[in-house]
């Protein structure tokens, strides 16, 4: 099973829950970090990094000497990635996608495609009893282009028992890609207007993608109950509350897990995850 843990905003403890999740489960597993811009389980995890590979994405040269400087590509392309004016044409690498749409449509075969370096993926295992896999990646200082180091660290994906994905606040195109293609999508919020907000529009992502979610309430108690009215009325479960305790900032300030800190949420954080098995199953024999 793959389960995404997301948020529709950051800082509602998202890492948390994937990091806690995994330390509480003894079972064959992965967890994979795939906030590339700001990955931070390994500040609670101490994971030994074994192997590291460079992430590369495709973006568009011009050979000048065949270019007829018909615009095809300029036109083709929706991210100001290349531009012709007059016998001129100029690209700019860091706008690029890489869908290689220029390519494509270029009549005179001009265009080729060379390598720009992105980002990195590490690879390991985490110190704790079961041993589990760990994948993160990390994008580049002055890169844009999360999703293809997010798609590199999907890769990764193996015949685990169980592949916890770290994903990337918000509901933009890195969010997409850590959750696609997964059984079951944790939606990390908090009962305040913000995490409200944000978390409909998380709701909505993940409702495009089919796939079945749950919340998980953190800082239970500090707001009110509009985001379990909102759940309620969504058909959506709420799977787990964290309430606001200042022994748990505390732990988290000192980047501790919260199940070695609190013993006690360790079962809290299994009977999530066989909250999640019973949904998925459910769903699958639908």
Same mark, same amino acid.
């Given at each position: 099973?793959?389960?995404?843990?997301?948020?529709?905003?950051?800082?509602?403890?998202?890492?948390?829950?994937?990091?806690?999740?995994?330390?509480?489960? /003894?079972?064959?597993?992965?967890?994979?970090?795939?906030?590339?811009?700001? !990955?931070?389980?390994?500040?609670?995890?101490?994971?030994?990094? =074994?192997?590291?590979?460079?992430?590369?994405?495709?973006?568009?040269?011009? @050979?000048?000497?065949?270019? /007829?400087?018909?615009?095809?590509?300029?036109?083709?392309?929706?991210?100001?990635?290349?531009?012709?004016?007059?016998?001129?044409?100029?690209?700019?690498?860091?706008?690029?996608?890489?869908?290689?749409?220029?390519?494509?449509?270029?009549?005179?075969?001009?265009? &080729?495609? =060379?390598?720009?370096?992105?980002? &990195?993926?590490?690879?390991? %295992?985490?110190?704790?009893?079961?041993?589990? %896999?760990?994948?993160?990646?990390?994008?580049?200082?002055?890169?844009?282009?999360?999703?293809?180091?997010?798609?590199?660290?999907?890769?990764?994906?193996?015949?685990?028992?169980? &592949?916890? +994905?770290?994903?990337? !606040?918000?509901?933009?195109?890195?969010?997409?890609?850590?959750?696609?293609?997964?059984?079951?999508? +944790?939606?990390? &919020?908090?009962?305040?207007?913000?995490?409200?907000?944000?978390?409909?529009?998380?709701?909505?992502?993940?409702?495009?993608?089919?796939?079945?979610?749950?919340?998980?309430? /953190?800082?239970?108690?500090?707001?009110?109950? @509009?985001?379990? @009215?909102?759940?309620?009325?969504? /058909?959506?479960?709420?799977?787990?509350?964290?309430?606001?305790?200042?022994?748990?900032? %505390?732990?988290?300030?000192?980047?501790?897990?919260?199940?070695?800190?609190? !013993?006690?949420?360790?079962?809290?954080?299994?009977?999530?995850?066989? %909250?999640?098995?019973?949904?998925?199953?459910?769903?699958?024999?639908?």
């Amino acid at each position: 099973m793959i389960i995404s843990i997301a948020s529709g905003k950051g800082g509602t403890g998202k890492t948390t829950v994937a990091t806690n999740l995994c330390a509480s489960l /003894n079972t064959d597993l992965m967890l994979l970090d795939c906030d590339v811009e700001e !990955p931070n389980a390994h500040l609670f995890l101490n994971p030994d990094i =074994t192997g590291t590979q460079k992430v590369n994405a495709p973006v568009p040269q011009v @050979d000048k000497s065949r270019c /007829n400087y018909c615009k095809k590509c300029m036109e083709i392309c929706r991210y100001g990635a290349i531009a012709v004016a007059g016998k001129t044409v100029i690209t700019f690498p860091e706008l690029c996608h890489s869908c290689g749409g220029c390519t494509v449509v270029c009549p005179e075969k001009a265009i &080729t495609e =060379t390598d720009r370096f992105i980002g &990195t993926v590490e690879t390991g %295992s985490l110190n704790l009893p079961q041993t589990p %896999s760990f994948g993160r990646g990390l994008l580049d200082i002055g890169q844009v282009m999360a999703p293809p180091v997010i798609k590199q660290v999907r890769r990764l994906e193996r015949e685990k028992d169980l &592949t916890i +994905i770290d994903a990337p !606040p918000g509901t933009s195109c890195p969010v997409i890609a850590s959750m696609k293609e997964t059984d079951f999508v +944790i939606l990390v &919020t908090e009962p305040t207007p913000f995490g409200l907000h944000d978390l409909t529009l998380a709701v909505e992502a993940v409702k495009l993608l089919g796939i079945p979610c749950g919340l998980v309430i /953190n800082r239970a108690g500090l707001g009110n109950d @509009d985001v379990k @009215d909102y759940a309620q009325n969504e /058909n959506i479960p709420v799977l787990l509350e964290i309430p606001f305790d200042k022994r748990i900032a %505390s732990a988290y300030s000192k980047g501790e897990l919260l199940v070695r800190a609190l !013993p006690e949420y360790k079962e809290m954080f299994k009977d999530l995850y066989r %909250s999640i098995e019973a949904i998925v199953n459910r769903k699958g024999a639908a």
